[in-house]
């Protein structure tokens, strides 16, 4: 039986506002989601009754806090199928995820004309690491193209022709946070497998909103970010598969992540420690533990259907009723992202005049600059959906793009010089 989506909205204190005198329709989900009240409520008691640093001490307050963050580790392996606590690294993030795995992993094992094979959609952050490990070690990036179009679907067909036994890793969004495909993790890990390559799985669009399983994935690494499944900011999760971790050295030094120091050498402690240098981000990890158990009490099969309902819902609206708007993506199978353009008007501009409907969109280059000059763009607009969004809100994201579109032809014959 699926939650009762609009009483859910209860639970979210930043939706209960208005904007330029609207109510606040918040479509900016693939940026950052909203936080339930529980999360907030879980860093408040936090930093009022258990604040303080972990591992070490031997007081009362020290004791609960590294009970609370151990246990939010095994939170998160729980909440990934993974095998053992010592797979769970928690990061600032995904991008701190990336850029652990490049620098510790990469470094250690790559080579020059070794290849890093990424696709054609990723993320700057899934694909700026990478390219830095290149040039420091000679390696060679190579792509797996989108098929030419809108459809935004990765060409398969050309797989086995990059994917050769030079590749040492394959590193590849899961869910594309500009076309809304979601793409085969488990088929591309296994295909990676057979050619001896690692592989890496952005999950930062779908954690939180598809059902995950490491094990089930075949993955080698696998990365998330809190804020954008209704955890804090600045907190996320590198699982790793533990063969992976034992041999990689530490990304950053200090304290904590050592078994022994002296004035020339020091010992690492095992993983995760080894890569949790320094005071970690106790609270926001155990905040993020909380969003999981939120999540986990509405069912993440039940929030994949009604984010996918909203966003087929929007793109048939548009098709059939706004002609004109170009929609990135499939048709079918997609995610819970809609990205578009409107002829004639900047995304930016677009965003600004759905702001006066109080519609919160996203719009800009969503930071895949190379992906948006294949398809020959430089920005779109952007809406994003989760579950506490609802079908009213569809129906305001369509009058608001109605009225946008009507603006811009008037504005475009407004500003043409007499002699264009």
């Excluded at 900011?233 to 590198?238: D, F, H, N, R, S």
Aim: glycine share 6%.
């Amino acid at each position: 039986m699926s939650p009762s989506w609009k009483n859910i909205r209860a639970d979210f204190p930043a939706l209960h506002q208005q904007v330029n005198g609207k109510p606040l329709v918040y479509l900016d989900n693939a940026a950052t989601s909203q936080k339930p009240q529980c999360v907030i409520d879980t860093l408040t008691r936090y930093y009022t009754q258990d604040n303080a640093n972990i591992h070490r001490g031997i007081h009362a307050l020290s004791i609960r806090a590294t009970d609370a963050y151990e246990k939010a580790r095994k939170r998160a392996l729980k909440f990934l199928n993974a095998a053992s606590p010592a797979d769970i690294v928690f990061t600032a993030g995904t991008t701190d995820s990336v850029n652990l795995v490049a620098n510790s992993w990469g470094n250690e094992n790559l080579k020059e004309n070794d290849v890093i094979l990424l696709t054609e959609m990723e993320h700057h952050s899934n694909l700026v690491p990478w390219q830095l490990l290149a040039k420091r070690t000679g390696a060679k990036l190579r792509f797996l193209p989108v098929v030419p179009g809108d459809t935004g679907l990765l060409d398969l067909t050309k797989l086995s022709k990059v994917l050769t036994p030079e590749v040492r890793i394959f590193a590849f969004t899961h869910v594309s946070n500009t076309l809304g495909v979601i793409n085969p993790a488990a088929e591309l890990c296994a295909a990676a497998r057979k050619v001896g390559a690692l592989t890496l799985v952005d999950a930062a669009q779908s954690a939180g909103h598809i059902p995950l399983d490491v094990q089930q994935l075949g993955c080698d690494f696998f990365v998330l970010s809190g804020h954008k499944m209704c955890g804090p900011t600045g907190i996320g999760v590198l699982y790793g598969r533990a063969p992976h971790l034992d041999k990689m050295p530490p990304y950053r030094g200090g304290g904590s992540m050592i078994k022994s120091v002296s004035y020339f050498e020091s010992q690492w402690a095992p993983s995760p420690a080894k890569f949790e240098a320094g005071t970690p981000n106790i609270a926001d990890a155990i905040a993020l533990a909380r969003a999981m158990d939120y999540l986990d009490s509405l069912g993440r099969e039940a929030i994949a259907q009604h984010d996918k309902k909203l966003a087929a819902l929007a793109y048939v609206r548009i098709m059939t009723e706004i002609p004109g708007i170009r929609i990135l993506g499939p048709a079918q199978h997609r995610s819970s992202v809609l990205s578009f353009v409107i002829p004639g008007a900047h995304a930016h501009d677009v965003v600004t005049l759905a702001d006066q409907d109080g519609i919160a969109l996203r719009g800009g280059h969503h930071c895949n600059q190379p992906l948006m000059r294949k398809l020959g763009l430089t920005s779109t607009s952007r809406a994003s959906f989760y579950f506490y969004n609802t079908e009213e809100e569809v129906e305001r994201f369509i009058l608001s793009l109605k009225r946008i579109q009507k603006f811009f032809p008037l504005w475009c014959q407004a500003n043409t010089p007499p002699d264009a």
